[in-house]
C-alpha cells in the first residue's frame, strides 16, 4: 500500500520556521520525483518545490524562493520541506507528492497557519 504521511504542520508566528516532513512507504522512493503542493482556502493548488530523485535538482515557486528549502533522504524514504520567514500568505494546507511517469501519489496534506 503506497502511503504518504506528511507531518510538521501548525500554527506558527509571521517570520517563524516550520519543517514538514513526509514519509513514504510502499513504493520506490528513490525513483520518484517528490514534490511539495500547498493549497489556500478559495484558491487552486500550487506547486511549492520540486526535488528530482537524485535529490540534486530543484525547482521553486517563485513566492517561496529564498524562503523555503526541499531536500530529501533516500535512505529514508522521506523528503522536507524548510519554511523560513513565513507569511501569512503562506497559509495552507501542504500536500506531499510523488511522481513518476503515469504515477503519481499524493499524501493528505497538513495545515500550516502563519498569524500574529
Known amino acids: 500500500q503506497v502511503q504518504l504521511v506528511e507531518s510538521g504542520g501548525g500554527l506558527v508566528q509571521p517570520g517563524g520556521s516550520l519543517r514538514l516532513s513526509c514519509a513514504a512507504s510502499?513504493?520506490?522512493?528513490?525513483?520518484?520525483?517528490m514534490n511539495w503542493y500547498r493549497q489556500a482556502p478559495g484558491k487552486e493548488r500550487e506547486l511549492v518545490a520540486g526535488?528530482?530523485?537524485?535529490?540534486?535538482?530543484?525547482n521553486y515557486a517563485d513566492s517561496v524562493k529564498g524562503r523555503f528549502t526541499i531536500s530529501r533522504d533516500n535512505a529514508k524514504n522521506t523528503v522536507y520541506l524548510q519554511m523560513n520567514s513565513l507569511k501569512p500568505e503562506d497559509t495552507a494546507v501542504y500536500y506531499c507528492?510523488?511522481?513518476?511517469?503515469?504515477?503519481?501519489?499524493w499524501g493528505q496534506g497538513t495545515q500550516v497557519t502563519v498569524s500574529s
Open positions: 507528492n510523488a511522481g513518476l511517469g503515469r504515477y503519481t501519489y
Open positions: 510502499g513504493f520506490t522512493f528513490r525513483s520518484y520525483t
Open positions: 526535488i528530482a530523485s537524485s535529490g540534486i535538482m530543484t
